[in-house]
């Protein structure tokens, strides 16, 4: 059953920690994304890696850090320098980084205290 | 600043066809359109994409006009389970802003009983 996991579903931490969300894909796809999503809004760009040991930032990289040490892995870390980090997070993954549809995760609310 | 301009909500009667417009009138030639929907609390699925010729799935329908200034996305026979925000998203092939794909608000397709 192919796919992408994501975990936990809700994770609840007190300001001031660090924090690591889980994305894992069994999909053999080589581009990975992190998105965020506010309320009623859109979702914005976090990193993207288009290939193992490789990572980017995207639009609102800063308060935030990755990794991506597996194909099949990238986590996302959520510093104590991101001024708002509650939010919905969003793993998808493609399999190429250009010109290729994105597969997305179930997602992960994170609600800092 | 978003590429795309929808309408904020829409609502279908159950069984029938869902017509979902989108402007997009700086497209350029190397833009493509997708389309992505969010149930909610969910992740974005894939619908469909094209580059100037009309494509269908097995989910839908991608109209888009001559002068590519537009498109609309057809479900055809709409459910209740269609009940989501649909994002008509404009993405370059390549260059920036190739990687990532810009969520606007979308339209929110209620699909009536």
């Known amino acids: 059953d192919g796919g992408i996991t994501q975990s936990p579903k809700y994770l609840f931490r007190k300001e001031g920690q660090n924090v690591t969300l889980s994305c894992e894909q069994n999909l053999n796809h080589d581009a990975m994304y992190w998105y965020r999503q506010d309320p009623g809004q859109g979702l914005r760009l976090i990193y993207y890696s288009q290939i193992v040991n490789d990572f980017q930032k995207g639009d609102i990289a800063e308060g935030y850090s990755v990794s991506r040490e597996k194909k099949e892995s990238f986590p996302l870390t959520v510093t104590s320098a991101q001024k708002n980090p509650t939010a919905f997070y969003l793993c998808?993954?493609?399999?190429?980084?250009?010109?290729?549809?994105?597969?997305f995760g179930p997602g992960t609310r994170l609600t800092v205290t | 600043d978003a590429k795309t301009t929808q309408p904020t909500s829409m609502d279908c009667a159950e069984g029938r066809a869902a017509n979902l417009p989108c402007n997009h009138s700086?497209?350029?030639?190397?833009?493509?359109v997708y389309w992505y929907r969010q149930i909610h609390s969910q992740g974005p699925q894939y619908i469909i994409h094209?580059?100037?010729n009309n494509e269908t799935n097995e989910m839908a329908s991608l109209i888009i006009t001559e002068d590519r200034k537009s498109s609309t996305l057809i479900l055809p026979h709409a459910t209740l389970r269609d009940t989501a925000v649909y994002y008509c998203?404009?993405?370059?092939?390549?260059?920036?802003?190739?990687?990532?794909?810009?969520f606007g608000k979308g339209t929110k397709l209620s699909v009536i009983p």
């Open positions: 094209g580059l100037k």
């Open positions: 700086t497209i350029s030639g190397n833009e493509y």
């Open positions: 998203i404009v993405r370059p092939l390549l260059g920036a802003g190739s990687y990532q794909l810009t």
């Open positions: 998808a993954s493609s399999i190429a980084a250009l010109h290729s549809e994105q597969y």
